[in-house]
């Protein structure tokens, strides 16, 4: 599935033509493969559906209507793209899932109210290194922007994806959490080091990815690193 951009006058499609069906979901204009729906079953499927349906849960039953409404004013006042750059518009519920879906993978607490000022959160820039010792060790130096050690409940979030052979220049899909850097009164050290999720060798090629939250809940797009296993 990808999203689309139409040109020549075209605003909208809809339906089958070929092998090729288009619709359009909250991130814009989508193209697919024409094929029968298949119900994925994987864990990691089974889990992303059990938190996204545990966070509506909890939008519907614990937040107030304040709390929903501020949410869904903070939506409307962030600009977002889909992946061809378009901007679009998304709920209050989108954005709740999307900031506490990160949290909740890093084991903290729910955050029930919105960021009170529209836009994101800086984007986390590091450098990071890998080695294949027996730690499996992503080691991250300190970023020059993106994260505020000293800043009570700013979170660096880490993910990595499945290594790879040394020629190739995109990484594998599926990115995992592995940990997280919060802010505090007495600061974190870096550089910051975690265990990636599989056991890697000199020389593969692994994606690390950083994202940041500021204390307020305002989210960051992800910075990807393609890092080469020493």
């Known amino acids: 599935m990808a999203n689309v951009k139409f040109g020549g006058g075209v605003t909208d499609i809809r339906g089958s033509i070929g092998g090729t069906t288009f619709s359009r979901g909250a991130g814009g204009a989508i193209a697919r493969q024409r094929t029968k729906g298949v119900n ?4 990691l499927q089974l889990s992303r559906r059990s938190i996204m349906s545990m966070l509506t849960s909890y939008w519907g039953t614990t937040l107030t209507a304040a709390q929903r409404t501020a949410w869904g004013v903070y939506a409307a006042g962030t600009n977002f793209t889909n992946k061809v750059g378009d901007t679009i518009q ?5 954005v709740f899932i999307r900031t506490n879906t990160l949290r909740f993978a890093a084991s903290q607490t729910i955050l029930a109210a919105a960021p009170t000022a529209a836009g994101f959160s800086v984007a986390p820039i590091a450098a990071i290194t890998v080695t294949d010792d027996v730690s499996d060790n992503i080691s991250i130096a300190e970023p020059t ?4 050690k000293s800043v009570v409940g700013d979170t660096m ?4 994806g499945f290594p790879v052979g040394a020629g190739r220049s995109t ?9 997280k850097v919060v802010g505090a009164a007495s600061p974190p050290t870096f550089p910051f080091l975690c ?6 060798i000199a020389g593969q090629k692994i994606q690390v990815d950083l994202i940041h939250s500021d204390e307020t ?3 960051s797009s992800r910075v990807s690193y393609l890092c080469t296993v020493t």
């Open 195 to 200: 265990t990636a999720p599989y056991a890697l």
């Open 90 to 94: 998304v709920s209050g519920l989108d």
């Open 217 to 219: 809940g305002r989210v």
């Open 157 to 160: 979030y880490v993910y990595a």
């Open 40 to 43: 994925v079953r994987s864990a």
């Open 145 to 148: 922007q993106g994260f505020g």
């Open 171 to 179: 990484a594998a899909k599926g990115m995992r959490y592995v940990s």
